[in-house]
């Protein structure tokens, strides 16, 4: 079974760019999850996906963030303009469960795409 | 929200037994608590999940206390592979949304 795939592995740019993030969950999985890790941090939930509605998005910076997932199959991750503070490691996510079930904790993640700002 | 407090780090030796603890003092009742392990440069992988008392796979065990207010990861005989970064989770399982605390560090010796 193919695992969440994610690209790209690295990015640099300089700050006031622009950048992209792309994520295609496991097949059948509803749930998708993006993640900010700091080094030496925990992953921090930026936005969550329930097929392609918005399950939350409170930790998200919205006024340089922003998120889409297409088809409720896969997601981009945008950042516009990006700043020094954003250089982190971006985590996708998924998880099988979907809309009116429980989901029971096992997120399968994708080895991330790691950004870097100058 | 359910926060976790969990030791910064840890040290141990090759095929020693591990118990990291976790606390969560105000989990709820539908809170299910779950335990990722992070290798550098890889997504965290999902170890165990338990609601209570005792829950054992072929990886690690997890004991839960009555009161629920805390819970242990164990690691059977540790290798120098086991070294990495140990998240808990308690989870907003019912809304499906699933916050990670600072974790534990690792560190296995020879």
Redesign the interface.
């Known amino acids: 079974e193919a695992g ?1 795939a994610q690209s790209p592995r690295y990015k640099i740019i300089e700050k006031r760019q622009s950048v992209a993030f792309w994520c295609n969950p496991i097949s059948g999985h509803a ?1 998708l ?1 993006w ?1 900010q890790q700091i080094l030496g ?5 930026l936005i ?1 996906f ?1 097929n392609n509605g918005v ?2 998005d409170s930790q998200l910076p919205k006024d340089r963030f922003s998120a889409e997932r297409l088809k409720g199959v896969d997601s981009t991750l945008k950042i516009q303009p990006a700043k020094l503070e954003d250089s982190a490691v971006y ?1 996708c ?1 998924s ?1 099988w ?1 979907g809309t009116g079930t ?11 795409s790691r950004l870097t700002v100058l | 929200l359910a926060k976790t407090t969990q030791p910064i780090s840890m040290d141990s030796y090759e095929g020693q037994e591990v118990n990291i603890t976790c606390s969560h003092n105000n989990i709820a009742t539908n809170d ?1 608590i ?1 335990w ?1 392990q992070q290798f550098p ?6 170890i165990i ?1 338990g609601y209570k008392t005792k829950v054992t796979n072929e990886v690690a065990s997890l004991f839960i206390p009555a009161d629920r207010k805390s819970s242990t990861l164990s690691l059977p005989r540790v290798s120098l592979s086991d070294t990495a ?1 140990y ?1 808990c ?1 308690v ?1 907003l ?11 534990t560090k690792l560190n296995v010796k020879p």
């Not at chain 2, 399982?93 to 974790?103: L, T």
Request: hydrophobic share 30%; no cysteine.
């Open positions: 969440v749930t999850y993640y941090q925990g992953p921090k939930l969550q329930q399950v939350d985590l996510a998880s469960a429980t989901n029971t904790g096992e997120l399968f993640f994708g080895e991330g | 299910y779950t990722y440069s890889q997504g965290p992988r999902f999940q970064v998240y989770l989870g399982y019912n809304f499906n949304k699933f916050y990670f605390g600072s974790g």
